[in-house]
């Protein structure tokens, strides 16, 4: 058994160098089935279980995964570095510096890559959230790399539910990001409602019953299917679905939806006409673009747009007729 483990552990060595790891043994805390709680170090895992040493740099013993209390995933391992090896992506990631998250994310999934195949691992989580915030700082080619490495399978099989149905979405912006639209068209289809009855009124079919943000992604997806094969219509209606759903839960994604709206509108040739319908929309989207995000962060040649629209004033009301005079007083009767 344990040769076996030693050449599995030899196929992880070989794999490892896709992440350019640089390894290092983690502390960690196991909870025995058969009771005891021992302290030590994690030098690789794979999916039978750990090579776990009692020093650091000391001979390494074979722990398999059933000999360690829980079920499923939920096995007592506790790294003691989880918290702090994570700090510093996660509060890059709250100030919305997504850039830099991805980096600090992809170290540590580097860093810590022998523990990528213990259950519920933080390296595996860091992968999670590099690939996230690619996504969010819109670098979707690199994105898609994370997202088709072999790694990347731990993320579907040592992490719990809560991250499969966002990993499910990482899996659509990646094929995006490799610019394959007919397969993102044939992956986005399958959230689709049938069309039937009075739905086929509809210019595009409805989205299935989910989370406005998971609907605001499928709206900006599907808009960008409908933009590269020059069906702009479907596209802006999709991309106004996608900037309205993520308004107030995805500001990035909304940002970019309202983009790619306004880039869609200045090419309507009644844009310049005084009055049109046209400059009214993009005065309206330039405008509430302003608004949330700011005049400066818009692209230069929209900039001119960002007005509040005039309002239609109703005609005002005729002034209502003036009461006739009250009728006279009847003459006070002569006192007799």
């Known amino acids: 058994m344990k040769k076996n483990f030693l050449l599995i552990l030899i196929f992880v060595a070989v794999s490892i160098p896709s992440l350019h790891a640089q390894v290092k043994e983690t502390p960690a805390t196991l909870g025995l089935a058969a009771g005891g709680n021992p302290q030590g170090y994690v030098q690789n895992s794979n999916d039978n279980g750990i ?80 690939a996230e915030s690619l996504r969010r700082s819109g670098r979707y080619s690199l994105l898609a790399q994370v997202v088709n490495a072999p790694v990347a399978k731990t993320i579907e099989t040592k992490l719990d539910q809560s991250y499969q149905k966002d990993f499910e979405f990482m899996k659509l912006w990646a094929l995006l990001g490799e610019e394959d639209y007919d397969a993102l068209k044939s992956a986005i289809a399958a959230y689709e409602e049938p069309v039937t009855g009075d739905a086929k009124l509809l210019a595009t079919p409805n989205f299935v019953k989910l989370p406005s943000a998971q609907l605001a992604q499928l709206g900006f997806l599907r808009a960008k299917v409908f933009d590269k094969a020059g069906d702009k219509t479907r596209a802006l209606d999709d991309y106004y679905r996608s900037f309205t759903l993520a308004y107030g839960n995805d500001p990035l994604l909304s940002k970019l939806a309202m983009g790619q709206s ?75």
């Open 262 to 336: 306004m880039l869609i509108k200045s090419a309507d040739p009644k844009l310049e006409t005084p009055g049109s319908a046209a400059s009214a929309e993009m005065q309206s989207l330039a405008y509430m673009f302003s608004i949330r995000f700011g005049k400066d962060s818009m692209p230069e040649q929209f900039q001119k747009y960002a007005v509040r629209p005039a309002m239609a004033i109703p005609n005002a009301a005729p002034a209502a007729e003036a009461e006739a005079d009250p009728p006279a007083e009847a003459p006070a009767e002569k006192a007799e």
């Open 51 to 130: 090579l776990f040493a009692t020093t650091s740099g000391g001979a390494g013993q074979l722990v398999t995964y059933e000999k360690i209390r829980g079920e499923g995933l939920d096995k007592l391992i506790r790294f003691e570095e989880r918290v702090e090896a994570l700090a510093e992506g996660r509060a890059l990631y709250a100030a919305e510096q997504y850039t830099e998250a991805a980096a600090a994310f992809g170290k540590v999934a580097r860093e810590y890559a022998i523990i990528i195949n213990v259950p519920k691992n933080f390296a595996t989580e860091a992968l999670f959230y590099q």
